[in-house]
């Protein structure tokens, strides 16, 4: 399990697996956020297969499939809806390497919270955003 901490309440990670649902609850983790279309990965791990053990594990689950091409205004608003604007849940975005998910966050947060910042939060979690310091400095969602 390789979770990146990105705010005190959102994490970003690769792909999970069913077996990594004590560790996810274990960090406080309140809601999962699937960011990885199903097509990009087998049965086992495709989001039915992730929601059906995290919600036996007592933690939300929510599915928006992003890929670079539906990075949309609507789709980041979207997904900011779903997981990154919320402030009562603690939430893990997962999909490939966890990039996708740190930038669909970095997008629903611009123009909210200053481009550096969100670079920085990216950053910190392992994530380079600093080539998107322009889009970061409008309101994207």
């Given at each position: 399990m ?5 705010t ?6 690769p ?23 199903d ?6 791990h ?6 059906a053990?995290?919600?036996a ?10 890929t670079h ?25 997962y ?12 997008l ?19 994530y380079?955003?600093?080539h998107?310091?322009?889009?970061l ?5």
């Amino acid at each position: 399990m390789d979770m990146h901490q990105i705010t005190p309440r959102f994490f970003a990670s690769p792909q999970i697996d069913p077996s990594d649902m004590a560790a996810i609850s274990e960090a406080g983790v309140t809601l999962i956020l699937c960011n990885r279309p199903d097509a990009e990965v087998p049965p086992s791990h495709q989001h039915q297969a992730i929601k059906a053990a995290a919600e036996a594990a007592g933690i939300k689950f929510a599915y928006q499939p992003l890929t670079h091409q539906t990075m949309t205004p609507d789709v980041i608003a979207n997904n900011r809806a779903i997981g990154a604007g919320l402030d009562d849940e603690t939430v893990l975005a997962y999909c490939a390497s966890g990039t996708r998910s740190t930038v669909a966050w970095a997008l629903g947060k611009a123009g909210d919270i200053p481009a550096d910042d969100l670079i920085e939060a990216a950053q910190a979690g392992g994530y380079d955003l600093s080539h998107m310091r322009g889009i970061l400095s409008t309101n994207y969602a």
